[in-house]
């Protein structure tokens, strides 16, 4: 069983910064891998990014270049800085970890981008 507690979302204004931290209450170097999805209001869920134990990341094409995704093993917390944040961005940002074949998914925290 892997725990997780995303912390850090909120309001902001487009062009703005926002960063998320999510909690896992486990030894993050027994999860295969930790990323952040987004869902936004009659949409799926989709992969923002993700981040493997190896190191290797992965991004969805909306995030490159503004969020950046980065662990401290030291807290088991994988975090994502989203800088120029577009109202597009908008939706409830979750937290995911994968153990071999397992998910796990936090509650889910909410980025609201005004125009």
């Known amino acids: 069983q892997v725990q997780l507690v995303e912390s850090g979302g909120g309001l902001v204004q487009a062009g703005g910064s926002l960063r998320l931290s999510c909690a896992a209450f486990?030894?993050?170097?027994?999860?295969?891998?930790m990323g952040w999805y987004r869902q936004a209001p009659g949409k799926q869920r989709e992969l923002v990014a993700k981040?493997?134990?190896?190191?290797?990341?992965n991004y969805a094409d909306s995030a490159k270049g503004r969020f950046t995704i980065s662990r401290d093993n030291a807290k088991n917390t994988v975090s994502l800085q989203m800088n120029s944040l577009k109202p597009e961005d908008t939706a409830v940002y979750y937290c995911?970890?994968?153990?071999?074949?397992?998910?796990?998914w936090g509650q889910g925290t909410q980025v609201t981008v005004s125009s």
């Open positions: 486990r030894n993050i170097f027994s999860i295969d891998a």
């Open positions: 995911n970890a994968e153990v071999r074949q397992y998910e796990y």
């Open positions: 981040l493997t134990s190896n190191g290797r990341t």
